[in-house]
């Protein structure tokens, strides 16, 4: 049973930092691809993005380019989130996600956590 388990979230203003974590098993940790999406409000959840079990980083939203870097420690069964220069338009509900395969179909992500809250403002 594959546990994600969120946290980091928060309010901070524009041009700030935060930096998400997401705490699974070791299972997942070696054998799955892990992402995350976000969802603003009174919009569709979207992709930012995933990263192989190896670490091979396979897509960063365009939208947060240059400004959000995704990692993995494999030691810590911990994905992580880094956000700088964050902007209004970056508030939402921020989920991680595991898929065991087919990882650059966002539909494959099957295993979510319950989502942290970031208010950029």
């Known amino acids: 049973h594959v546990q994600l388990v969120e946290s980091g979230g928060g309010s901070v203003q524009p041009g700030g930092s935060l930096r998400l974590a997401c705490a699974t098993d070791?299972?997942?940790?070696?054998?799955?691809?892990m992402a995350w999406f976000r969802q603003a409000p009174d919009k569709e959840r979207e992709g930012v993005g995933r990263?192989?079990?190896?670490?091979?980083?396979?897509y960063i939203a365009d939208s947060v380019k240059g400004r959000f870097t995704i990692s993995r420690d494999n030691a810590k069964n911990t994905l992580y989130l880094q956000m700088d220069d964050l902007k209004a338009e970056d508030t939402g509900i921020y989920y991680c996600?595991?898929?065991?395969?087919?990882?650059?179909?966002?539909?494959?992500?099957?295993?979510w956590g319950r989502g942290t809250q970031v208010t950029v403002s």
């Open positions: 996600a595991a898929a065991k395969t087919f990882c650059t179909e966002w539909s494959s992500y099957s295993y």
């Open positions: 070791d299972v997942t940790t070696r054998t799955h691809c």
């Open positions: 990263i192989y079990p190896g670490g091979t980083v396979t």
